[in-house]
């Protein structure tokens, strides 16, 4: 009797592409009967939570597929013109599974336009920009993410990162100045 195997060895049968195919630890069968039931309200924020992956196509388009799936044979989730828009598309799709956080109250108040989350005002607005909620509920799924934030830096490319790097330093020296002085 031998042992299980080693690294870089299977007893899983290989695609055409010569790859193992993922492990299912679900039958067809016991998943069809699950599908009988209604999805519970996280299944949204499930089917997009990834892992995402890219991989560069023949004709220079990026395909952003779920790990795993590739290998199955099965379409990507989106096709894209550049290498940066499929990571921010994987970097935000995370987010877009859940119930919006922000909300900008539409009735001026007195400091102006409440800016909510979760029901509680947390800012005001001297101008109604409702758009603004929407966009605040991204970057917070995104910044709540290690693997979101990390596609979203990798898709900034270098020259953004390094900028970004020198603005953050400033801003940690200006923010140690200012608590010095306090």
Do not use: C, K
């Not at 910044?143 to 953050?168: C, D, H, I, N, Y």
């Amino acid at each position: 009797m031998t042992g299980p195997p080693s690294r870089g060895e299977s007893d899983a049968p290989e695609t055409a592409a010569g790859r193992n195919p993922p492990l299912r630890v679900f039958t067809e069968e016991a998943l069809a009967r699950l599908r009988l039931r209604d999805e519970p309200p996280t299944a949204a924020e499930v089917e997009l939570a990834g892992p995402w992956r890219v991989i560069e196509f023949a004709r220079g388009t990026f395909g952003l597929f779920r790990r795993g799936d590739d290998e199955a044979g099965y379409p990507p989730l989106g096709v894209f013109s550049g290498w940066h828009l499929a990571l921010l598309a994987a970097a935000a799709l995370p987010g877009l599974g859940r119930a919006s956080r922000f909300r900008v109250h539409p009735e001026r108040g007195e400091a102006g336009y409440p800016l909510l989350r979760e029901g509680v005002e947390v800012g005001a607005l001297g101008t109604f920009l409702a758009d603004l909620a929407p966009a605040l509920d991204a970057l917070e799924a995104i910044v709540r993410s290690p693997t979101a934030f990390a596609l979203a830096l990798e898709a900034a490319g270098p020259t953004a990162l390094e900028r970004a790097g020198r603005e953050l330093g400033l801003r940690l020296v200006e923010g140690a100045t200012e608590e010095e002085e306090t």
